[in-house]
């Protein structure tokens, strides 16, 4: 495999790393960034784009990160909390008042960013194409059933997620989302991608599937089971109502909608770029009071969703002692995405890690992809 990028003295043996995850993790087309105190120190790429292996793989190739998209949705809640458009500690119908429909008069901001809404899932079974329209999207979430009290326990909310804290963005604002994005993030960091995969600085766009072989599990991920031993349930239905959220993510249709939980396209360089400004000592997103106030734990726990422990800040992942959850320290965060893709920050070493990947793994947070290169990474800093 012909590795493409740049590895900064001392950190060469990234390299062969980046290269093993082709040789023998089922690799076909993947970047890998780390960017430390504002310099890149690696940034690596290689295979192809598409399934043909007709386009190859370049470092501002946009890939679908999945629910590592929900970090940057998060950053854009804070940014606005930031600027005084937001107060997380507000019911969320102060800002959006048909939010309040179906027992959610009292959820806050808070409680969406750490998935204690009990908003996971729509209750009712919806249309395939309602994922790709924004403004009914948004209609049918604030219309949805809690499917316990809010804020009585911990469920992860895979694709509501985006709706839910989107719309309070979009209304606490009074802009649209992307608008939010390109001003607030996107331009200053001059990032290849955002939300969808269209109207970006980057056209280059890859493919995602299956890696052909399954890699070994870091941990048991129960989802599976859960949704075959309950169809009608919250697991269940939180990944498969509709069934559009669990297919066609190569369309047309996918990429050009919103669906900020679930559908951003970034390159590596991307995320790393993102987590590096929020690990920096002079960040320009947001200031370090307040990343220091949003990855404060605000709820850890066994994930009614999710089938297992995990802490959450305002919006993200704080990093955890098992492997697939450990993010450079203990002051890491970050979100991994379905698949493998990741993107955290490390305070304690001012680094940021961006990894993307077309080969969908099943582990639930970071496979032996991420973590061979996390491990490789900090063995030589």
């Not at 249309?127 to 999207?137: R, V």
């Not at 989107?166 to 939010?180: C, P, Q, V």
């Not at 990944?239 to 396209?265: C, E, K, Q, Y």
Request: include cysteine; proline fraction near 5%.
């Amino acid at each position: 495999m012909d590795i493409q990028g740049y590895c900064a003295p001392g950190f060469e043996p990234l390299y062969d790393v980046f290269a093993e995850n082709f040789r023998s993790r089922g690799d076909a087309g993947a970047a890998f960034c780390a960017v430390q105190h504002g310099e890149v120190i690696a940034s690596l790429w290689a295979g192809s784009a598409d399934r043909e292996g007709a386009q190859d793989f370049e470092e501002d190739t946009l890939v679908n990160v999945f629910s590592s998209s929900k970090g940057i949705l998060a950053l854009i809640a804070l940014q606005q909390v930031a600027a005084g458009k937001l107060d997380l500690d507000r019911p969320v119908a102060e800002y959006w008042p048909e939010f309040a429909d179906a027992g959610k008069a009292s959820i806050t901001g808070r409680q969406l960013l750490c998935h204690r809404s009990g908003v996971i899932a729509f209750r009712e079974r919806v249309a395939d194409e309602l994922i790709y329209d924004w403004p009914a999207a948004l209609k049918q979430v604030a219309a949805t059933e809690p499917w316990w009290e809010p804020g009585s326990q911990q469920g992860y909310s895979p694709f509501l997620y985006g709706w839910t804290l989107g719309g309070l963005i979009e209304k606490a604002s009074g802009e649209s989302l992307r608008d939010l994005y390109r001003k607030g993030v996107g331009e200053p960091l001059s990032l290849d991608g955002g939300f969808g995969a269209v109207g970006h600085k980057s056209s280059a766009i890859a493919d995602v599937g299956p890696l052909k072989k399954p890699l070994p599990e870091l941990r048991e991920n129960a989802i599976g089971r859960s949704i075959k031993e309950d169809r009608q349930g919250p697991v269940a239905t939180a990944f498969t109502n509709p069934v559009s959220l669990m297919m066609g993510t190569n369309g047309d249709a996918w990429r050009s909608a919103l669906i900020p939980a679930a559908n951003g396209h970034f390159s590596a360089r991307d995320l790393a770029r993102v987590y590096g400004d929020l690990a920096s000592e002079s960040p320009q997103l947001l200031s370090v009071g307040a990343i220091s106030a949003a990855t404060v734990e605000q709820s850890r726990g066994q994930d009614a969703i999710l089938q297992t422990e995990v802490a959450f800040g305002s919006g993200f992942i704080l990093s955890g002692a098992a492997q697939d959850l450990y993010f450079g320290s203990e002051r890491g965060f970050g979100h991994p995405g379905a698949g493998g893709s990741i993107g955290f920050a490390d305070p304690s070493e001012g680094l940021g890690f961006g990894y993307v990947t077309s080969r969908m793994g099943q582990s639930l947070f970071m496979d032996q992809r991420a973590v061979s290169l996390v491990e490789s990474l900090y063995g030589l800093i």
